[in-house]
């Protein structure tokens, strides 16, 4: 599966930003999706993710109460909304198709697009 994120930009601390994540292909309802981010100097992170029929999400504890994820199988798309944002959200954010909910289980990943929490 080939993933095509979008939606990153500069905003600032409190504000929101939703991101979505394209993906090609006939097999999208097949997989687990999820959101990753990586900052400067930092490993890739588990940010969120959610099952394949959309029933079950996981959430990483930084984000929980904040981020949302969702998708549409239908449009062969995930979505991240990201409200309360704050400057340690600052990274670059993958999403990325998988068979399981371990980071590991994630073979396939978008490009990544920028997010950027100005204080």
């Known amino acids: 599966v080939q993933l095509q994120a979008s939606g990153g930009g500069l905003v600032q601390a409190g504000g929101s930003l939703r991101l979505s994540c394209a993906a090609s292909?006939?097999?999208?309802?097949?997989?687990?999706m999820g959101w990753f981010r990586q900052a400067p100097g930092k490993e890739r992170e588990f940010v969120i993710a959610i099952s394949r029929s959309g029933g079950s999400t996981n959430y990483a504890d930084s984000v929980k109460g904040r981020f949302t994820i969702s998708r549409d199988n239908a449009k062969n798309t995930v979505y991240l909304q990201m409200n309360s944002l704050k400057p340690e959200d600052t990274a670059v954010y993958y999403c990325g198709a998988g068979t399981g909910w371990r980071q590991a289980d994630f073979g396939s990943w978008g490009q990544g697009t920028q997010v950027t929490v100005s204080s």
């Open positions: 292909g006939r097999t999208f309802s097949s997989y687990v």
